[in-house]
């Protein structure tokens, strides 16, 4: 069977269960693009991401991806404490899904690759999204700004966009402090919070990643993980569910915990099999 559907009908079975987290919940969601039509794999439409925002604005606590190791080490909330989080920087992000955050009250933090909005020609070819154009795709720094002044907060999401555990150390090291350094310059003020492109614990963040990364500056780093905010979590290795084209079912099976469990399987199973089952 291949990967995509055994996932499927895992995440099928595991909706329908009853709520596997109880006492304190503290979950992290990972959005990209959210735009009306193009083929971006990990495209949340406009209508459903509205949905989800308004279902987070009226049964969950929505806090600031800055706050989130803090919360995690206070006492519980009757309701699930939620923080939204935006990778790459696709121009939608600006143009749609702002719009949308704004009328919900929903604050978010955009993860930017610095390359990409600089139109760097050597990371433009290098990005092989389905659906992506050079043209109008990313974010310009204009909308960054725009999405700042709007109470929104920026993160990096390196230069390159290239997965740290596939690069020697100083390599990296010279990707994050370059992002870190464009944006701090560009925004005029500090950036400490950091999501490490890919993001999959094991297989694209290694200890050494998470080492450099500390060493250029960052002091909060968002990984991409199936389960929620644990107390034991470090600042550095915050885990987030992907949000692409969930309904709304699987998009609150998230946020209340019944899906943890695949992210546990992804914290324990070998990496052998973890690779031959896919990406």
């Given at each position: 069977m291949?990967?995509?559907?055994?996932?499927?009908g895992?995440?099928?079975v595991?909706?329908?269960?009853?709520?596997?987290?109880?006492?304190?919940r503290?979950?992290?969601?990972?959005?990209?693009?959210?735009?009306?039509?193009?083929?971006f794999?990990?495209?949340?439409?406009?209508?459903?991401?509205?949905?989800?925002?308004?279902?987070?604005?009226e049964?969950?606590?929505?806090?600031?991806?800055?706050?989130?190791?803090?919360?995690?080490?206070?006492?519980?909330s009757?309701?699930?404490?939620?923080?939204?989080?935006?990778?790459?920087?696709?121009?939608?992000?600006h143009?749609?899904?702002?719009?949308?955050?704004?009328?919900?009250?929903?604050?978010?933090?955009?993860?930017?690759?610095?390359?990409?909005?600089?139109?760097?020609?050597?990371?433009i070819?290098?990005?092989?999204?389905?659906?992506?154009?050079?043209?109008?795709?990313?974010l310009?720094?204009e909308?960054?700004?725009?999405?700042?002044?709007?109470?929104?907060?920026?993160?990096?999401?390196?230069?390159?966009?290239t997965?740290?555990a596939r690069?020697?150390?100083?390599?990296?090291?010279?990707?994050?402090?370059?992002?870190?350094?464009?944006?701090?310059?560009?925004?005029?003020?500090?950036?400490?919070?950091?999501?490490?492109?890919?993001g999959?614990?094991?297989?694209?963040?290694?200890p050494?990643?998470?080492?450099?990364?500390?060493?250029?500056?960052?002091?909060?780093?968002?990984?991409?993980?199936?389960?929620?905010?644990?107390?034991?979590?470090?600042p550095m290795?915050?885990?987030?569910?992907?949000?692409?084209?969930d309904?709304?079912?699987?998009?609150?099976?998230?946020?209340?915990?019944?899906?943890?469990?695949?992210?546990?399987?992804?914290?324990r199973?070998?990496?052998?099999?973890?690779?031959?089952?896919?990406?």
């Open positions: 291949p990967f995509g559907a055994l996932k499927a895992v995440e099928a595991l909706t329908r269960m009853p709520q596997s987290v109880r006492g304190r503290l979950a992290v969601l990972c959005y990209h693009s959210a735009h009306p039509s193009a083929e794999p990990t495209r949340t439409a406009p209508e459903m991401l509205e949905r989800q925002m308004r279902w987070l604005r049964h969950c606590r929505v806090v600031r991806f800055a706050d989130v190791w803090d919360e995690a080490r206070r006492p519980g009757s309701q699930p404490t939620v923080a939204v989080t935006f990778d790459d920087g696709h121009a939608d992000n143009t749609t899904a702002l719009p949308i955050l704004l009328r919900y009250e929903i604050p978010a933090t955009f993860f930017v690759a610095t390359g990409l909005i600089d139109r760097d020609p050597e990371v070819a290098a990005r092989s999204w389905r659906g992506w154009r050079e043209t109008d795709s990313t310009t720094w909308q960054v700004l725009d999405m700042r002044d709007h109470g929104m907060d920026i993160g990096s999401h390196g230069h390159t966009h997965a740290l690069l020697p150390d100083a390599a990296a090291f010279s990707d994050l402090a370059r992002s870190k350094q464009s944006l701090e310059e560009r925004l005029g003020e500090r950036v400490v919070a950091m999501a490490y492109p890919k999959r614990p094991r297989r694209d963040v290694l050494a990643s998470v080492h450099v990364a500390r060493g250029v500056g960052f002091e909060h780093g968002a990984t991409v993980l199936l389960r929620g905010v644990k107390r034991s979590d470090e290795m915050i885990p987030r569910f992907p949000i692409a084209a309904g709304l079912d699987l998009f609150r099976a998230k946020v209340m915990g019944r899906l943890d469990l695949i992210g546990t399987l992804q914290e199973a070998p990496l052998s099999l973890l690779r031959t089952l896919g990406p």
